[in-house]
């Protein structure tokens, strides 16, 4: 790495390409400071982390905004920094985390064995990181994903990946919709198209939750350039149209229906035929949208506990509800005469591996995937960001932060 007499660059003022500064400006979080996204991070001077022989080290135009910003914030269910102290994990037991799991940026130095991009690479970052050698991306037994379960994520002047995180960025977005999108892009691919036999068949319908979320958002798109019919759910109509717009062929609001939450236990009978009614009658605002009676062949699952018992009962038989979150909680009832008896699966998805992250990449160079900003913030509103996704007032689509970017609507430095 070259590095620079001077000590630390101000926000928006890029060092000369390959200049590496020994300090940087970071949102950090902190144990003493757990709890809501709001007071969860600040800004502090921290050292720039060096590079082990495949790392990179990127400059940070834009960061994305993630939902795994605000579990960190909180501390919740897991303490980041006490894990990163127990794994060591290379120079991450420094007592603090950066959070942040998407950028874009500029290569600025690499790791002795780097191959695959150089100083000046202009980039997309995805969240994966595993140690080299491993190819089973979210199913190596290395995984981790930056910027969360391990330290150094974007909300920093620099952030340290692994090269074969990088991708290049495409060129027609600017450095915040570029840095909006990878996690959830990725992450909706791998759900959608690698479950076989369950991937997104022509006219499949797919439902899909919180469809003008982060995920869901992808997850339509996605969806639609497989072939299939993407149905949202959404909490208003606002919500809603956004979903119509980005090709849903229409929005169930579930605040229109009660019967959310834990199943009862099968011998109440009057709380599960409640419960059955439920399920029905959301069945049936599905059937309305798609105007026949056909269930969804996929169910694209993340919300978890609130939400489970109705994903199972209205995905069709030898249908799959493919999960990758339990934003509502973690204790899913599943009512196993739904499951065993029409044959439906449940699986598991976890971000995604390099050759998914591409796929989905390409797709958006294509131009068949909007990254869907809707929101740019300042870096000192980090925790302002993750407040909103915390409290689900936060915009539709994805939100991105500038870093080293000095306005938004930039494409190159
Ligand atoms: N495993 C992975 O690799 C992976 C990757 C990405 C994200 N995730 C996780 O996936 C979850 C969603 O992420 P995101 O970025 O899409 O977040 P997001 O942008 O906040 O979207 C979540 C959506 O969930 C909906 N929702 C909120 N409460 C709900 C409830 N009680 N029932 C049904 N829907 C509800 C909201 O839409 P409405 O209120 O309009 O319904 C909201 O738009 C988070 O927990 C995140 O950590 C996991």
Redesign the pocket.
Known sequence: MTTTERQIYDLGEAPPLGVVPEKMYAQVIRQNRYGPPISGFAQETVPVPKLGPNDVLVYVMAAGV???GV?ASLGMPIDLIRSHRQTGDGGDEVGFHIAGSDASGIVYAVGRDVENVKVGDEVVLHCGMWDKGEDQG?LSTSFK?WGFESNWGSFAQFTRVRSHQCLPKPKHLTWEEAACYM??AA?AYRMLASWAPHTVRKDDPVLI????????SMGIQVTKAMGGIPIA????DE?GKFCTDLGAAGYVD?TKFHH?GRLPDWSNEEAMTKAVLGFRAFGKAVWEILGERRNPRIVFE??GQ??IPTSLFVCDSGGMVVI?????GYNADVDLRYLWMRQKRLQG???ANTAESAAVNQMVIDGLIDPCLTKVLAFDEVGLAHQL?YE?R?PNGNMAVLVGAPAPGMKTL
Do not use: K, M, Q
């Open positions: 993630n939902y795994n579990w979210s994903i996690l959830v992450t939750w919180g469809g003008s979320g982060g995920l869901g759910v959404v909490s208003n919500r579930r959310w993340h919300s609130d939400t990758c979150a339990g934003t509502t998805s976890h971000f996704l689900n936060h």
